[in-house]
Structures are given as structure tokens and as C-alpha cells.
């Protein structure tokens, strides 16, 4: 118990003692630990994205021109007779092309070709919603029975997997950029903190001296500043929990406005994940931290 007392006392003073250099040490450990959160807030922002996109996600299927009417309710009854089928709203011929003159308002030259044609080119449409996107395939391949395939037109999909396919790339990509900053910061980090012991090591070069003369073993000489490399950890990780909730408080509210009716759900998240989140990155950080201490004391003390 007196060795631990003593190593710790030694701990606190020698980080007292470096206030500064214990300053900038801090600042990096958190630098990387934000960058590290940021990442998992942006896995995060990533999923809701994908699911605001699947929410909005529909399909139309389109019909020939001049198809019956009852042929269409038949065919949006047997959708809605399926399981995966949220909901099927049918338009006819009117409603189809009301509603492409009202989205192509702003294009004059499409509406002039539109006139061109003369009369209504289209069919009706039905535009259904799954429970799931991942029940299209099954949907659109139920509608390829001999009873209805000959009278559809065209199925309308591919181009919602293109959107979730862009976002999930550019997701992959900004994670990509950040895991290289935050090794980046991890290296900048690692080699302060073997500079940081350095100084420590040389300012106490005279007391670490009498100690090994009056038979101070090797984990004494070295036990308060493994125990100065965890304080670093234990702090960085107490200004990163503060800063990171504070800034997602703040933006949290006008991230839940650009989704929508999807909220994000980031601060619920961070809490729920607390002890995972924080408790892995003080184990990796503190681990980090000893190994650039332990090679420090090894490489520049010899006891």
C-alpha cells in the first residue's frame, strides 16, 4: 500500500510539474478521440440517411396505355393481398398525367413536347410502398404472373438502389478520410506522449537516481508515470464526453429537421452505448498510452 501510495503522489506531481506538456498531451488524446466519435456519429447519420431514403421509397408500375380500368383494380387488389405490401394506390390515365404536368411545371420544353403528342400518352399506375425495400424484388416478381405481365409497361425501381448505393459509397468514403486522420492524430499522439515521459524522466533524472541507489525496483521507478499515461486517458476521455454531447445537443435538433420524419436519434445512441463507446476507447487509449510510456522508460532509462 505504501508503494502504491508513493507511485501515486509521484503520478500527480510529475503531471503538475509538466502542466504544460501534460496540457498538449490532453489536447491530442482529445482531438482523437473526437475524430473516433465523429466517425461513430457519422455510421450513425449514415443509417438514418438510408432510412429516411427506404421510407420515401415507392414503386410505380406503369401500364399499357388503354388498359382496362377493372384489369388495374385487379391488379392493385392482388398487391394488396400480399403480405409485403404496405399500401397500393392506384392512378388512372388522368391522375397519371395530371401529376407528370404538375412535376414538370418548371420545363416548358417538356410540356411542349407533351402537346406534340397530342391527347394522354400514358397509362394508369400503381404506386406501391412495402413494409420493407427489401420485399420489392419479391413484390415486382409477383406482378410477372401471365395474368398481368402483358399490360405492364414498366416497374420503376432502380433508380432508389442507386440512391442508397451513392449514400452508402459516400459514407464509406468519409469514414475511410477520417479513420486516416485519426491515425494520424494516434501517431501525433503516441509520440508526444514518449516526449512527455522524456521530460518527465530528464527533470527527475537525480530523484529517479537515488532511488535506484537505495534499491527502488524497476515498476517503482516506473509506476508513476504508467499511472500519469492512465490520467491522461481518464481526462481526455472525461473533455470528450462533455464536448462531444454538448455539440450533439446543439446540432442533434436541426439534424432531426433535415431527415425529416426520421429522427437521428444520436444522443439516445451515444447513452445507450455509453460503457461500449467510452470504456473500449479508454482501454485502447490507456493501452496505447502505457506501451509509449513503457518503451520511453525502456529506451531512455535503464533500470
Given at each position: 500500500m505504501?508503494?502504491?501510495?508513493?507511485?501515486?503522489?509521484?503520478?500527480?506531481?510529475?503531471?503538475?510539474?509538466?502542466?504544460?506538456?501534460?496540457?498538449?498531451?490532453?489536447?491530442?488524446?482529445?482531438?482523437?478521440?473526437?475524430?473516433?466519435?465523429?466517425?461513430?456519429?457519422?455510421?450513425?447519420?449514415?443509417?438514418?440517411?438510408?432510412?429516411?431514403?427506404?421510407?420515401?421509397?415507392?414503386?410505380?408500375?406503369?401500364?399499357?396505355?388503354?388498359?382496362?380500368?377493372?384489369?388495374?383494380?385487379?391488379?392493385?387488389?392482388?398487391?394488396?393481398?400480399?403480405?409485403?405490401?404496405?399500401?397500393?394506390r392506384?392512378?388512372?390515365?388522368?391522375?397519371?398525367?395530371?401529376?407528370?404536368?404538375?412535376?414538370?411545371?418548371?420545363?416548358?420544353?417538356?410540356?411542349?413536347?407533351?402537346?406534340?403528342?397530342?391527347?394522354n400518352?400514358?397509362?394508369?399506375?400503381?404506386?406501391?410502398?412495402?413494409?420493407?425495400?427489401?420485399?420489392?424484388?419479391?413484390?415486382?416478381?409477383?406482378?410477372?404472373?401471365?395474368?398481368?405481365?402483358?399490360?405492364?409497361?414498366?416497374k420503376?425501381?432502380?433508380?432508389?438502389?442507386?440512391?442508397?448505393?451513392?449514400?452508402?459509397?459516400t459514407?464509406?468514403?468519409?469514414?475511410?478520410?477520417?479513420?486516416?486522420?485519426g491515425?494520424f492524430?494516434?501517431?501525433?499522439?503516441?509520440?508526444?506522449?514518449?516526449?512527455?515521459?522524456?521530460?518527465?524522466?530528464?527533470?527527475?533524472?537525480?530523484?529517479?537516481?537515488?532511488?535506484?541507489?537505495?534499491?527502488?525496483?524497476?515498476?517503482?521507478?516506473?509506476?508513476?508515470?504508467?499511472?500519469?499515461?492512465?490520467?491522461?486517458?481518464?481526462?481526455?476521455i472525461?473533455?470528450?464526453?462533455?464536448?462531444?454531447?454538448?455539440?450533439?445537443?446543439?446540432?442533434?435538433?436541426?439534424?432531426?429537421?433535415?431527415?425529416?420524419?426520421?429522427?437521428?436519434?444520436?444522443?439516445?445512441?451515444?447513452?445507450q452505448?455509453?460503457?461500449?463507446?467510452f470504456?473500449?476507447?479508454?482501454?485502447?487509449?490507456?493501452?496505447?498510452?502505457?506501451?509509449?510510456?513503457?518503451?520511453?522508460?525502456?529506451?531512455?532509462?535503464?533500470?
Amino acid at each position: 500500500m505504501i508503494a502504491f501510495y508513493r507511485i501515486i503522489k509521484f503520478a500527480i506531481q510529475n503531471f503538475w510539474r509538466n502542466i504544460w506538456l501534460s496540457v498538449i498531451t490532453i489536447t491530442i488524446l482529445v482531438l482523437t478521440l473526437l475524430i473516433v466519435n465523429m466517425l461513430l456519429t457519422l455510421g450513425v447519420l449514415g443509417q438514418t440517411a438510408v432510412k429516411a431514403v427506404q421510407a420515401k421509397i415507392d414503386v410505380s408500375v406503369s401500364f399499357v396505355p388503354g388498359t382496362s380500368e377493372e384489369m388495374m383494380i385487379n391488379a392493385r387488389g392482388y398487391l394488396q393481398s400480399l403480405p409485403q405490401v404496405k399500401d397500393a394506390r392506384y392512378l388512372n390515365s388522368d391522375e397519371v398525367l395530371a401529376e407528370f404536368k404538375t412535376k414538370n411545371a418548371n420545363k416548358p420544353d417538356v410540356l411542349a413536347s407533351l402537346e406534340e403528342v397530342g391527347g394522354n400518352p400514358f397509362g394508369g399506375q400503381i404506386i406501391i410502398t412495402a413494409h420493407d425495400p427489401s420485399d420489392f424484388p419479391f413484390i415486382l416478381e409477383a406482378l410477372d404472373n401471365p395474368q398481368f405481365k402483358p399490360v405492364i409497361q414498366d416497374k420503376d425501381f432502380q433508380s432508389h438502389e442507386e440512391i442508397i448505393g451513392a449514400i452508402n459509397q459516400t459514407i464509406n468514403r468519409v469514414r475511410l478520410g477520417g479513420i486516416l486522420i485519426g491515425l494520424f492524430f494516434l501517431l501525433i499522439a503516441t509520440v508526444i506522449v514518449i516526449n512527455t515521459i522524456r521530460v518527465a524522466i530528464y527533470t527527475h533524472r537525480e530523484e529517479i537516481g537515488i532511488m535506484r541507489l537505495v534499491g527502488a525496483s524497476g515498476a517503482l521507478v516506473r509506476g508513476p508515470f504508467l499511472v500519469e499515461a492512465v490520467f491522461y486517458t481518464l481526462v481526455a476521455i472525461g473533455i470528450s464526453v462533455v464536448v462531444l454531447y454538448l455539440l450533439l445537443l446543439a446540432s442533434e435538433p436541426s439534424l432531426d429537421r433535415f431527415f425529416g420524419n426520421t429522427p437521428t436519434g444520436l444522443t439516445s445512441y451515444f447513452v445507450q452505448h455509453f460503457w461500449l463507446i467510452f470504456g473500449a476507447e479508454f482501454v485502447a487509449l490507456s493501452l496505447l498510452n502505457m506501451s509509449a510510456t513503457v518503451f520511453a522508460t525502456r529506451r531512455y532509462l535503464k533500470v
